[in-house]
């Protein structure tokens, strides 16, 4: 079993549509929780972290559930600007400083004018 | 404020060669990781270098190695290169003491074994 799985997708959405990522991990001891974001071609960049208490940042919502080891990522009034891959992270770190970041597949996020 | 920066952007070796990969962490910065992404597949953790030593190593086998120089910039070298080992190389950097898991890439190395 992967340490983090996600649906790979692709999902194709018309603009303005409301579109939900889940992502699931294995490792009950896990810490930290994050989506990031990845453009064609180009590097991860850190979208946002993810915190029981759920999190929100403008039109993105995220919410972790630790007893189900479940995480996800809602995007609101979807704009052609979010089409890219949003990677689910894990980091089983222990301690200070040792960021282990385990990435999911990814899922490729397409949206239709 | 420079970014992260790794060289080359491409590269073309034959099987059983062997590849250095060379990254600069972003300016403040002093642990790189290094990570591996095959196509269509998310970034797998290689390993880490903090103080010019390995703190963490992921499932890769001992062809993978690399080091740290006192200026905090890195490098990746794989010998014996396989068919397999045809990938995107991120190079991350972040500060020990931060520990907010977030992850600053540089662009890549993509490389390419024939």
């Known amino acids: 079993r992967k340490e983090v799985e996600q649906d790979p997708g692709p999902f194709n959405v018309p603009e303005g549509a409301t579109v939900a990522f889940n992502c699931t991990y294995s490792?009950?001891?896990?810490?930290?929780f994050f989506w990031y974001r990845q453009d064609c071609r180009k590097e991860p960049k850190l979208l946002m972290s993810?915190?029981?208490s759920g999190n929100e940042d403008g039109r993105f919502t995220a919410q972790l559930n630790r007893a189900s080891q479940y995480i996800s990522l809602l995007i609101r009034d979807s704009k052609l600007s979010d089409s890219a891959t949003y990677l689910c992270?894990?980091?089983?770190?222990?301690?200070?400083?040792?960021?282990?970041?385990?990435f999911g597949t990814g899922t490729r996020l397409t949206i239709i004018p | 404020d420079a970014g992260v920066t790794q060289s080359p952007t491409h590269l073309i070796k034959t099987r059983g060669q062997q590849v250095t990969l060379r990254c600069s962490p972003k300016?403040?910065?002093?642990?790189v990781s290094w990570y591996q992404q095959a196509l269509g597949q998310g970034p797998q953790f290689i390993f880490q270098?903090?103080?010019?030593?390995?703190?963490q190593r992921g499932n890769f086998p001992d062809r993978f190695s690399g080091h740290q120089f006192p200026n905090y910039s890195s490098e990746l070298n794989v010998n014996a290169l396989l068919l397999g080992d045809s990938a995107l190389y991120l190079c991350?950097?972040?500060?020990?003491?931060?520990?907010?898991?977030?992850?600053?890439f540089g662009e890549g190395s993509r490389l390419t074994v024939l």
């Open positions: 993810v915190y029981s």
């Open positions: 300016s403040g910065h002093d642990t």
């Open positions: 992270v894990v980091n089983s770190a222990r301690g200070f400083g040792n960021e282990k970041l385990t």
């Open positions: 490792n009950s001891a896990s810490q930290s």
């Open positions: 991350a950097s972040s500060f020990f003491s931060g520990n907010t898991g977030e992850l600053f």
């Open positions: 270098y903090y103080e010019e030593e390995e703190r």
